[in-house]
T-cell receptor, first 113, second 113 residues
């Protein structure tokens, strides 16, 4: 059974039109991550949450925002998508209590037209 | 210098061969080490997770960590065409609000039938 679920799997949005990607986890893990991955590149960390503590990477554009309303859900908002924001967006969950494996969802592939 | 260095490949071997994938790192604070397999257009799948130095075996996969050399390896025995994917190493210094997973750039592996 999927433990980290991302919706939608594929998203097409217009240039400049706000878009929200969602992630949910059934693991009850403390930490959630959002990564951006472009073709043939390593995942690039955008944000991560340790419980409600929000950590923003210094080079994450202001155009990207995130919300975590509760333990299970996390959202990535792109306020004004540009062509350069087309990528795979990956969400991951990681637990505490000594369990540090991070599990990823299947990703959302974002296309900007 | 990147915190984590990984040979991007591509690496092509015949079916049945032993594959060795490697990463080096510079941050001596890393304690947790993970290997992920990522098929094209899919999210990373956790293969192996190890804590500190030592070996861990799971089926055809063996993960090795040598903290004194800041070097980790993933060995795949009896490689199969289904092992063809990109392999990402990932590391974590510890578990706190400031910790985050750092990825290598990934090695693209192809197993020839």
């Amino acid at each position: 059974d999927a433990m980290v679920i991302q919706n939608p799997r594929y998203q097409v949005t217009q240039f400049g039109k706000p878009v929200t990607l969602s992630c949910s986890q059934t693991l009850n893990h403390n930490v959630m991550y959002w990564y951006q991955q472009k073709s043939s590149q390593a995942p690039k960390l955008l944000f991560h949450y340790y419980d409600k503590d929000f950590n923003n990477e210094a080079d994450t554009p202001d155009n990207f925002q995130s919300r975590r309303p509760n333990t299970s859900f996390c959202f990535l908002d792109i306020r004004s998508p540009g062509l350069g924001d087309a990528a795979m967006y990956l969400c991951a969950a990681q637990g505490g209590g000594g369990y540090t494996e991070a599990f990823f969802g299947q990703g959302t592939r974002l296309t900007v037209v | 210098q990147k915190e984590v260095e990984q040979d991007p490949g591509p690496l092509s071997v015949p079916e049945g061969a032993i594959v060795s994938l490697n990463c080096t790192y510079s941050n001596s604070a890393f304690q947790y080490f993970m290997w992920y397999r990522q098929y094209s257009r899919k999210g990373p799948e956790l293969l192996m997770y190890t804590y500190s130095s030592g070996n861990k075996e799971d089926g055809r996969f063996t993960a090795q960590v040598d903290k004194s050399s800041k070097y980790i390896s993933l060995f795949i025995r009896d490689s199969q065409p289904s092992d063809s994917a990109t392999y990402l190493c990932a590391m974590l210094p510890g578990y706190s609000s400031a910790s985050k997973i750092i990825f290598g750039s990934g090695t693209r592996l192809s197993i020839r039938p």
